[in-house]
C-alpha cells in the first residue's frame, strides 16, 4: 500500500510504462475465455441538470480495467471494499469515500467486496453513446493530444490578460 493521496508522478517513463502495461492487461483480460469486455457490470444512468451520474456494481472477486476518463471528474465509493492501481500506486478504498480522477485516468480495479461505484460527468447530453465520446478517450494518444491542445489554449489566454 502506498499513502494516500498518492504523490504525483513527475517521471514520463513512469507513466508511459503503466500506461503499456495497463493496456497489455486490458489486452490480456479480453483475450482469457469467459472474460466480459465492455459494460459487463450492472450501470445506472442518471441525469441532473448538466450533469450525467453513472453508476457501477461490481460483484466480489471482479478485476478489471477501467475505460481512459478525457476529464477530471468527482468519483464516489458508496458501498464496498476495491483494490486500486493507477500510475501513482495501489490504494485500498473502503466505502464511503470520495476522489477526484484526473482526466488521462486508467485504472485497474479488484473487489474484495461487492462494490458499487460512482462518477459524475459535466454534460448536457443524455444520450449514452455521445456522452461516451465526449467523456471517454479510446486511446492515451488521444489524451496526450487533448491535453496539449487545452495547455496551448491557456497559454493563449494568459497572453490576452
Same mark, same amino acid.
Given at each position: 500500500?502506498?499513502?494516500?493521496?498518492?504523490?504525483?508522478?513527475?517521471?514520463?517513463?513512469? $507513466?508511459?510504462?503503466?500506461?503499456?502495461?495497463? $493496456?497489455?492487461?486490458?489486452?490480456?483480460?479480453?483475450?482469457?475465455?469467459?472474460? /466480459?469486455? =465492455?459494460?459487463?457490470?450492472?450501470?445506472?444512468?442518471?441525469?441532473?441538470? =448538466?450533469?450525467?451520474?453513472? +453508476?457501477?456494481?461490481?460483484?466480489?472477486?471482479?478485476?478489471?480495467? #477501467?475505460?481512459?476518463?478525457?476529464?477530471?471528474?468527482?468519483?464516489?465509493?458508496?458501498?464496498?471494499? $476495491?483494490?486500486?492501481?493507477?500510475? +501513482?500506486?495501489?490504494?485500498?478504498?473502503?466505502?464511503?469515500?470520495?476522489?477526484?480522477?484526473?482526466?488521462?485516468?486508467?485504472?485497474?480495479?479488484?473487489?474484495?467486496?461487492?462494490?458499487?461505484?460512482? #462518477?459524475? /460527468?459535466?454534460?448536457?447530453?443524455?444520450?449514452?453513446?455521445?456522452?461516451?465520446? +465526449?467523456?471517454?478517450?479510446?486511446?492515451?494518444?488521444?489524451?496526450?493530444?487533448?491535453?496539449?491542445?487545452?495547455?496551448?489554449?491557456?497559454?493563449?489566454?494568459?497572453?490576452?490578460?
Amino acid at each position: 500500500m502506498i499513502e494516500y493521496p498518492p504523490k504525483p508522478i513527475t517521471d514520463n517513463t513512469q $507513466v508511459r510504462n503503466y500506461r503499456k502495461n495497463v $493496456v497489455d492487461l486490458e489486452d490480456a483480460i479480453n483475450a482469457t475465455p469467459g472474460s /466480459h469486455k =465492455g459494460d459487463y457490470y450492472p450501470l445506472k444512468h442518471t441525469f441532473a441538470d =448538466g450533469m450525467y451520474i453513472r +453508476e457501477i456494481s461490481m460483484p466480489k472477486g471482479a478485476l478489471f480495467v #477501467t475505460k481512459i476518463h478525457k476529464f477530471t471528474h468527482p468519483y464516489f465509493v458508496l458501498k464496498g471494499d $476495491v483494490s486500486v492501481l493507477t500510475e +501513482e500506486g495501489v490504494i485500498r478504498i473502503k466505502a464511503p469515500y470520495s476522489g477526484i480522477t484526473k482526466a488521462g485516468t486508467k485504472r485497474v480495479l479488484y473487489c474484495h467486496e461487492d462494490t458499487v461505484w460512482t #462518477t459524475i /460527468h459535466k454534460t448536457d447530453k443524455t444520450d449514452l453513446k455521445k456522452i461516451e465520446e +465526449e467523456i471517454i478517450a479510446k486511446n492515451f494518444d488521444e489524451i496526450e493530444n487533448t491535453t496539449k491542445l487545452t495547455d496551448f489554449i491557456t497559454e493563449v489566454q494568459k497572453g490576452d490578460n
